[in-house]
């Protein structure tokens, strides 16, 4: 089966690939860097020639009032361009929560470009994640200091990318869902407490200060950000994926 990856050489589309490969589909790559722009939908006609599926993890540069736009232009090129060519499954990564914290204008993007979707003309699928292991480490860096890290109390049940990863690519080699499956890693921590671990395996002595006002995730509140009943669970915990 051929499936075009779109954001496929980034953080999770890299591995999607790799994944897809391995199972023996034609997984390939798309984005800028292969002439692939998403916002004009220059190259798509050829990016999705021949594909039966497309799996869009582009993201939004900013996290401010320009990721709506982005979203809601990038879809409507993705979906034209996707039903032209006969595409019969779509699929997206969305945020788990995202519809829960309305104070933050990326999520309501992510909610916006999931509502674009599911309205479009092309079967699809969305896969909401928690936050990534991987983003802790700009997490802390956005509120820290020589001296030390001001971390909100959210509750969080953060996931390895791989583990995304293969959570897209089993739904990419599925039926469309029309509807939206959830994952997250096998553990809650809040927010301070993740800092506290991390630094601790860095051997970083700085403390950590709890402050409800610090950064982006100050904006979400009780269990928004974790993951509700149903959702798959992977296996991967922060202290393994620490060690790595």
Do not use: C
């Amino acid at each position: 089966m051929k499936i075009a990856v779109i954001g496929g050489t980034g953080l999770i589309g890299s591995r999607v690939v790799t994944i897809l490969t391995k199972s023996g589909h034609e997984a390939v790559p798309h984005s800028p860097s292969t002439g692939l722009d998403l916002l004009s939908g220059h190259g798509l006609p050829e990016a999705l020639a021949g594909a039966e599926v497309v799996v869009n993890l582009t993201n939004s540069p900013t996290f401010d009032d320009a990721s709506p736009e982005f979203f809601r232009r990038t879809m409507d090129n993705l979906l034209e361009a996707a039903d032209s060519a006969g595409v019969g499954h779509a699929v997206i990564l969305s945020i788990v929560g995202a519809d829960l914290v309305p104070d933050l204008v990326y999520y309501r993007a992510k909610v916006l470009q999931e509502d674009i979707l599911k309205a479009g003309p092309v079967p699809y699928s969305i896969v909401r994640a928690t936050q990534f292991f991987e983003f802790m480490a700009p997490t802390m860096s956005w509120t820290s200091d020589e001296n030390a890290v001001r971390l909100p109390a959210t509750r969080v049940q953060p996931i390895a990318a791989d583990d995304v990863a293969r959570a897209v690519a089993d739904v990419s080699m599925g039926a469309p869902l029309r509807g939206t499956r959830n994952i997250a890693g096998p553990e809650v921590f809040t927010l301070d407490e993740l800092g506290r671990i991390t630094l601790a395996a860095q051997g970083d002595r700085r403390p950590v200060v709890t402050d409800d006002q610090a950064g982006l995730f100050a904006a979400a509140s009780g269990d928004a950000l974790i993951a509700q009943d149903g959702a798959v669970i992977a296996k991967t915990t922060y202290r393994e994926w620490l060690a790595r």
